[in-house]
């Protein structure tokens, strides 16, 4: 079973607006950690942000924020005041205790900023 | 800076070679990873290594074995490559084990069996 979920193949959105990348997961460890990473043309992946599973607050890393929704099993990214720089492919991933604290990946997101 | 370093951006080998791809980390770390990625799979992981001369499979092992003789390096190993092979390959390093230890990856290599 798919561990990580991203319904959204590609996005398109207009440079300065804010745009959402969804992401579920599927877990029945009581801790686990939620990462975002950005995958640019170059290929390298780039650590954006962590939310782990009992922080009381939503995880924000300047222009990206987390929208942590537990109960939901859900961990949205937000990215706002879109930039040009920002066209990139997205992927949540996710840490567990029972997975040995591997990172599982889901498919990820292509996001395309338009000017 | 962390920095993880693939030895090759892209390759391309012939059905049947015995391929190595070989990953460096300058941060000893013990955790290092391999995954490979195609589109609307996003990463799988092949192997992962805790510790020098340990490895354990991932959730797609077969066809591949690797090598961690040094802390610092971690191959992997297509002992006869095949076009399904074909695909982009991304190593990883992380210190200790943690929920919110994050990983570090290299530029990635294409790979490119005909």
């Known amino acids: 079973a798919q561990k990580i979920t991203q319904t959204q193949p590609g996005m398109f959105v207009q440079e300065k607006e804010a745009v959402t990348l969804d992401c579920t997961y599927d877990t029945s460890d009581p801790s686990y950690g939620l990462f975002w990473y950005k995958q640019p043309s170059s290929g390298e992946m780039i650590f954006l942000i962590y939310q782990g599973s009992y922080d009381q607050q939503n995880a924000t890393e300047g222009r990206y924020s987390l929208n942590f929704q537990k109960a939901r099993k859900s961990a949205n990214l937000v990215i706002s005041a879109s930039q040009l720089g920002d066209s990139a492919m997205y992927f949540c991933?996710?840490?567990?205790?029972?997975?040995?604290?591997?990172?599982?990946f889901g498919a990820g997101t292509t996001v395309t900023v338009r000017a | 800076d962390v920095k993880v370093t693939q030895s090759s951006r892209y390759l391309v080998k012939r059905t049947g070679e015995k391929v190595f791809l070989e990953c460096v980390q300058d941060?000893?770390?013990?955790?290092m990873f391999w995954y490979r990625q195609d589109p609307g799979l996003g990463l799988r992981l092949i192997y992962f290594s805790y510790d020098v001369k340990m490895k354990e499979k991932g959730d797609i092992p077969e066809g591949y074995s690797v090598s961690r003789e040094k802390k610092e390096r971690f191959s992997l190993i297509l002992e006869s490559a095949s076009t399904n092979q074909t695909s982009m390959y991304l190593c990883a390093s992380s210190p200790g084990q943690g929920l919110n230890t994050e990983a570090f990856f290299g530029q990635g290599t294409r790979l490119t069996v005909v």
């Open positions: 991933a996710m840490r567990e205790v029972s997975n040995d604290y591997k990172l599982s």
């Open positions: 941060m000893d770390h013990e955790n």
